[in-house]
């Protein structure tokens, strides 16, 4: 997934009028500012009361349905197989929100404050918060990605990481 991937995705669901939010590798990439490493997806968080409008208009892309872990997550695949790993939230009144995870007691957390901007090519993008990249990549074993990931955020932000 390259960074005119990406952009080219944000603009399709910005027409039409689906607020996503860039996670993952991508997210700590546009927060840092910089491309730093190459992307086998791209992680958006969407409202969930939107899916389908986000599903129409990347199914007219030629994105398709892949995975369905719902409500947790789902993937689209275009034919040349880029992914895009999507995750449905529900908002609540004060702007916070919350993901359904494979524990059903214990949902996913979004703080109002973690819906932030960054950057993809000098272009602004929405994307979650240095904090919330840090709390969603704990109570795993990391990856040399995640490592990665987690170096370039405390390289840039100067925040304290847990690997």
Avoid: K
């Avoid at 990439?29 to 491309?35: F, I, K, M, N």
């Avoid at 994105?63 to 789902?74: A, D, I, K, Q």
């Avoid at 932030?116 to 990856?143: K, N």
């Amino acid at each position: 997934m390259t960074a005119d991937d990406v952009l080219f995705v944000l603009a399709l669901l910005r027409r039409a009028e689906a607020d996503v939010w860039v996670g993952g590798g991508w997210g700590i990439d546009a927060l840092v500012g910089e491309q730093t490493r190459d992307h086998r997806d791209l992680d958006l968080m969407h409202r969930q009361d939107q899916e389908a409008a986000v599903l129409a208009a990347l199914a007219a892309a030629g994105f398709v349905e892949s995975l369905n872990w719902r409500p947790v997550r789902f993937v689209v695949t275009a034919p040349d197989g880029r992914e895009i790993d999507l995750h449905p939230l529900v908002f609540s009144d004060d702007g916070s929100a919350s993901q359904a995870s494979p524990e059903p007691q214990r949902p996913f957390t979004y703080p109002s404050s973690c819906f932030v901007t960054g950057t993809v090519r000098g272009t602004l993008v929405p994307c979650l918060s240095a904090g919330q990249q840090v709390s969603f990549h704990q109570g795993y074993e990391p990856t040399e990605r995640d490592r990665h990931d987690m170096a370039q955020l405390r390289r840039v932000f100067g925040i304290a990481t847990h690997f």
